[in-house]
T-cell receptor, first 111, second 116 residues
């Protein structure tokens, strides 16, 4: 069974204090790993897709990396508007569509 | 263009009543998904529609849950004889189609269902 574990469950940072969120996964053949951002009362918003170990993608203050067992979402010099729940999901090699999600990391950035 | 639209945004119902939740996917997206997000849990896959193919219903938790997609566009998720454990946010997503390199799923804002 595919599994996704995100840590920590919650993270509080001061504005400008860089950190990383972790997503560990076990899957039968990774087709893709997805990062989403979810604000309260809204649906998940797509951030990145990573397909193979060693791949990296960046968007503003966010950088996602991928190894064979985990992915990291690095947040550089975060701002209060980066506060949200960050979700990680994997798509297994046997499926063209089904995503398995982790429970998310609730990030709070204090001014 | 418009994103995925879901209605109602909130639904309060009494235990035992039936409810219908609606999803309008992004225009041109042939794949449609329903997920359930319970408090403290990850998104749970419920059902998947792709074009005219038979849907994948493997995630539906019981036979009280059903979904249909009319004309390859709008979808309705129906929960019969609702129970308190059905209380959750029901999210709909759509994507261009399966098998493409970037099969990104785009989500609606969800319907928050509360069963009293």
């Amino acid at each position: 069974e595919d599994q996704v574990t995100q840590s920590p469950e919650a993270l509080r940072l001061q504005e400008g204090e860089s950190s990383s969120l972790n997503c560990s996964y076990t899957v039968s053949g990774l087709r893709g790993l997805f990062w989403y951002r979810q604000d309260p009362g809204k649906g998940p918003e797509f951030l990145f897709t990573l397909y193979s170990a060693g791949e990296e993608k960046e968007k503003e203050r966010l950088k996602a990396t991928l190894t064979k067992k985990e992915s990291f979402l690095h947040i550089t010099a975060p701002k209060p508007e980066d506060s949200a729940t960050y979700l990680c999901a994997v798509q297994a090699g046997g499926s063209n569509y089904k995503l398995t999600f982790g429970k998310g990391t609730l990030l709070t950035v204090n001014p | 263009g418009a994103g995925v639209s879901q209605s109602p945004s909130n639904k309060v119902t009494e235990k035992g009543k039936d409810v219908e939740l609606r999803c309008d996917p992004i225009s041109g997206h042939t794949a449609l998904y329903w997920y359930r997000q319970s408090l403290g849990q990850g998104l749970e896959f419920l059902i998947y529609f792709q074009g005219n193919s038979a849907p994948d219903k493997s995630g539906l938790p019981s036979d009280r849950f059903s979904a249909e997609r009319t004309g390859g566009s709008v979808s309705t998720l129906t929960i019969q004889r609702t129970q308190q454990e059905d209380s959750a946010v029901y999210l709909c997503a759509s994507s261009l189609r399966q098998g493409v390199a970037k099969n990104i799923q785009y989500f609606g804002a969800g319907t928050r269902l509360s069963v009293l």
